[in-house]
């Protein structure tokens, strides 16, 4: 754990996949074929505190959920990559348009699409709940699942860590 937290001094941008890190997974489908998902409180304010706090933040998902934009967007994350067929190309795109180095992200990833791209950030994290494969080259699992706090947990931790979590930003929302 002791290695773990020295890397969090150096991390200055949260990149996350969506489904399954910023929500559990589940799609909620109504009779005409629109989709819901459903987004945790706690999570939501780590993310708009770390935006507030001067981090870069991050999202880069599979889905072309419009619902993850909005929500996104709502927390004062601008940069919100959706429908990524490869992930590492938009992960490479951000990095050099915000011009940031690798080994200063952290990306929180739960499943096989999010494998290559966990690679390339310099420290990789997961949910409690995600795939045996990403666990095993994640340098950190969330005690808890993804959409249930395990984006808190670590945006948590960095904040604590860099000094940042009870700040002044912290008593607005």
Known sequence: MESFLNKLKDISTFIFDVDGVLTDGSVYVTDSGEQFRQFNIK???????????????????????????????SLGVKDVYVGAHTKSDNFRLYLEEKHVLPASVLFMGDDIPDLEVMKLAGLAVCPADAAEEIKAISQYISPLPGGRGAVRDVIEKVLKVQGKWMSEQAYSW
Do not use: E, M, P, W
Request: proline content about 0%; glycine content about 10%; some cysteine.
């Open 43 to 73: 999570d939501g304010y780590a993310i708009q505190l770390a935006v507030k706090t001067g981090y870069n933040v991050c999202a880069i998902s599979g889905s072309r959920s419009k619902i993850s934009i909005h929500r996104l967007n």
